[in-house]
């Protein structure tokens, strides 16, 4: 069959052909043919279809195609012919890979992640772009795919330690979802020394045969250096740490001051009390508050920083933001979304100075439902940069000292305070599930080591601030939707069926049920939560709970909030720092503005893309925190060998006891080949490890005593030894005398086989 290549080509226009002097065709019209066809073709044959005569057009030609094959368009086969990656039931997607070994293909149609086994991982990296094929499904019934083609290689660049083994140089990767070393050449070392920690770039990726080979390109020295933990982490998960020369440049561009300009056409709310009230070590203030009590009700004003006006879709700052996705916070710095000049300056509601906001102004009955809402955009002048600590110490102590200094903004502090009454009655109502457990708080010393490890309880002033951001997104959410306005959405599902069964196992253990049949809503959760309160196991139970359900996500289509139980939810009170909210202003700015939805700047298919790309982000950060959080434990544990804690079993698995130490928040493993004078059988529906002989059992919750044996900074692991089983609640810690004990130096792990020490089959 023949067919020339004609100017009906609807998309001939829109997809790069005006960078050639001659037509080209689009992708579609080339999919659109091959469809036609019906068989693979080579380029020769569609280099006649398309009337491709010239060495310029023929290479024109080539290049798209070879585009079209990295985007997961098209697949070359071995007799070098293009084909349709659907008539080959080929999916695309991003491996996302599990420190354990094995991983998952996160496909863009709607269905299923795709479970890829330890074999089919081996040759391939997380965040790599892949063609794959459905091969069946496993034992617990989650559908197999097999890699047909890697799209694109996406970890060019790898942090970890350089070692050297009889002779032969590698880098352990400090990224724990890749578990390949890279193999180092004589000649590719540079100045690296064994035991420092550098980057390498990848220069021959891996494959089926071969080790991948590296070049080291920098040294950034000692893995015990101070902050080197966070220099690993950063580079370990490819986060941007420098800012673009373009960045910079247009950066500067902003003053220090809000522009008379800028402020022409909005309400001017400079009298209102409005506050902000953050964390003592807060510097981009996202949101300030305000509350006006009427006869029938309120009205709750909630100011949220203008972002948008000052980062434009598509300029370097924007593509930066997007790029980074959200602010990344360590615990002893923060790596923002957006330059100082406006994180921590501009944007930032700093008390006593002019700034642009964007409001929703809500009008509450005096149950606290909301009647109706308005978004517009406005000015604010904050009275106060308030703390936590204080409006708790003003409105629940009520500190005579702290009232009187804050006089002025007292009323509206009573009106919030009565407003989160009403709003938390209604959560409760509304059977939204609230986790209410501390957080670890890592004090440093002056060397920047750990010194302390405490609790960090939210008070009123968390949970009053929280419920205004609450209403303040559901009041966004349903702006959009009424007014059928692509945007985004956070999605948080149920559980699914698979860990519905676990959990339900596990409860019926523990005496205890989730009601709600197969689909329980999250009022089903928030009974449950009613019932193990006081438990010795509560803490347990609660991540045991936490755990069961899916992981919230950023979507462009609405699915509701399961935990927070809303039909409709999004995120828009925190655009410093988090690229979705951002998106969401731009989106209400364009309804405020009366603009027609179908103008927008975006697609929802556009939307959707970045949808995924701010959940894969914000994963990202969560892994990279987490990460140094794990190594600054280890750490600090390191000094502590021998010591002896009390703590909790807060998991069983096949291999152990985790256990979590009642006053540090750390957690370590007591590996079942150390559990004493038996044999352990794992019982997985009971979630216990019980003796063969002595029919002894360690279930989750069980009161334990540990010493910690050893410590591995390279696998953020630490390692601890039973002592006891008994109710040691009484039970003190060791002396300084025994704290010096030292574990045996034949206690340590073997070493790990490198590549080239594994014997060949």
């Not at 390949?180 to 220069?203: F, M, R």
């Not at 059992?697 to 910690?708: A, E």
Request: aromatic share 8%; charged share 30%; with cysteine.
């Amino acid at each position: 069959m023949s067919r020339k290549f004609s100017k009906k080509d609807p998309q001939k226009t829109n997809d790069g052909a005006g960078l050639y002097p001659f037509p080209i065709p689009s992708r579609e019209y080339i999919l659109e043919y091959l469809e036609e066809v019906g068989t693979p073709l080579q380029r020769e044959r569609l280099e006649k279809a398309f009337d491709m005569q010239t060495p310029d057009e023929q290479e024109a030609l080539r290049r798209r195609l070879r585009a079209m094959l990295r985007d997961g368009q098209l697949l070359l086969n071995r007799k070098e012919e293009y084909a349709l990656v659907d008539k080959l039931s080929l999916l695309k997607g991003l491996v996302v890979a599990h420190r354990d070994g094995f991983g998952f293909v996160i496909v863009e149609k709607s269905m299923p992640d795709l479970f890829l086994s330890e074999r089919e991982m081996r040759n391939i990296f997380h965040g790599d772009k892949v063609l794959v094929r459905v091969i069946g499904e496993d034992r617990r019934g989650r559908k197999m795919a097999s890699v047909v083609e890697v799209l694109e290689r996406n970890t060019l660049e790898i942090v970890g330690q350089y070692l050297v083994e009889n002779g032969v140089g590698f880098v352990v990767p400090e990224n724990r979802t890749i578990y390949q070393d890279i193999l180092i050449l004589p000649e590719n070392k540079g100045e690296a020394e064994p035991g420092q920690i550098v980057t390498v770039e990848v220069i021959t990726p891996i494959n089926r045969r071969t080790a991948p080979l590296g070049r080291i390109k920098n040294i950034l020295g000692l893995a015990m250096s101070s902050g080197m933990e966070i220099e690993i982490a950063t580079r370990a998960h490819g986060l941007s740490f420098a800012w673009p020369e373009k960045v910079e440049a247009a950066a500067k561009n902003f003053g220090k001051s809000v522009q008379a300009k800028d402020k022409e056409g909005r309400v001017d709310l400079r009298e209102l009390n409005f506050v902000t009230i953050d964390g003592e070590d807060a510097k981009d203030f996202d949101d300030a508050v305000f509350c006006k009590k009427k006869a029938d009700g309120w009205v709750l004003s909630v100011a949220i920083a203008d972002v948008a006006h000052y980062v434009k879709p598509g300029k370097p700052l924007d593509e930066e933001a997007a790029k980074r996705g959200n602010s990344v916070y360590f615990p002893s710095k923060v790596i923002p979304m957006l330059p100082e000049v406006l994180s921590n300056g501009l944007c930032s509601l700093k008390p006593k100075v002019d700034r642009l906001c964007m409001v929703c102004e809500m009008r509450l009955d005096e149950k606290g439902d909301i009647l109706r809402y308005r978004f517009y955009e406005a000015m604010i002048h904050s009275k106060a940069r308030l703390t936590y600590t204080e409006v708790a110490s003003m409105l629940v102590d009520k500190d005579d000292a702290l009232r009187k200094t804050y006089k002025a903004v007292l009323p509206s502090l009573e009106n919030l305070y009565e407003v989160y009454h009403l709003l938390f009655k209604l959560r409760q109502k509304r059977g939204a599930i609230d986790f209410e457990m501390p957080e670890p708080c890592i004090i440093f010393n002056e060397q920047g080591k750990i010194d302390k490890i405490i609790a960090k309880y939210r008070n009123d002033a968390h949970k009053l601030i929280e419920e205004c951001m609450l209403a303040a997104n559901v009041c966004a959410a349903d702006f959009l939707l009424k007014n059928k306005m692509p945007g985004l959405f956070r999605v948080h599902e149920g559980p699914n069926p698979e860990k519905l069964e676990s959990l339900r196992k596990l409860l019926g253990e523990k005496g205890l049920s989730l009601p709600g049949g197969e689909k329980p809503k999250s009022r089903d959760y928030a009974k449950l939560m009613k019932q193990i309160e006081g438990r010795a196991d509560s803490a347990v139970l609660q991540t045991v709970l936490l755990r069961s359900l899916s992981q919230a996500v950023y979507q462009g289509d609405n699915c509701g909030h399961f935990g927070l139980a809303y039909d409709a939810y999004t995120h828009f009170t925190s655009p410093i720092r988090r690229y979705p909210d951002l998106l969401v202003h731009r989106a209400i700015r364009h309804i405020v503005q009366k603009k027609r939805p179908n103008t927008f700047f975006y697609s929802p298919a556009e939307l959707q893309n970045l949808a995924a790309h701010c959940s894969a982000t914000e994963r990202r950060a969560d892994e990279a925190t987490r990460d140094v959080v794990d190594w600054l434990k280890c750490e600090y544990m390191s000094s502590r060998l021998g010591v002896e804690y009390n703590g909790k079993v807060t998991g069983v698995t096949s291999f152990g006891l985790f256990v979590a130490l009642d006053d540090e928040f750390i957690e370590g493993l007591v590996h079942v080949t150390s559990l004493k004078n038996d044999y352990y059988r794992y019982d997985a529906i009971r979630h216990q490890l019980v003796g063969e002989a002595t029919k002894s059992s360690y279930t989750l919750g069980d009161k334990v005593r540990i010493r910690v044996m050893r410590v591995d900074l390279n696998q953020r692991k630490i390692d601890f030894d039973l002592l006891q089983t008994d109710d040691v609640r009484s039970a003190k810690k060791k002396t300084t005398k025994e704290k010096k004990e030292e574990p045996k130096k034949d206690d340590k792990k073997a070493p790990k086989k490198r590549f080239w020490q594994k014997k060949k089959k």
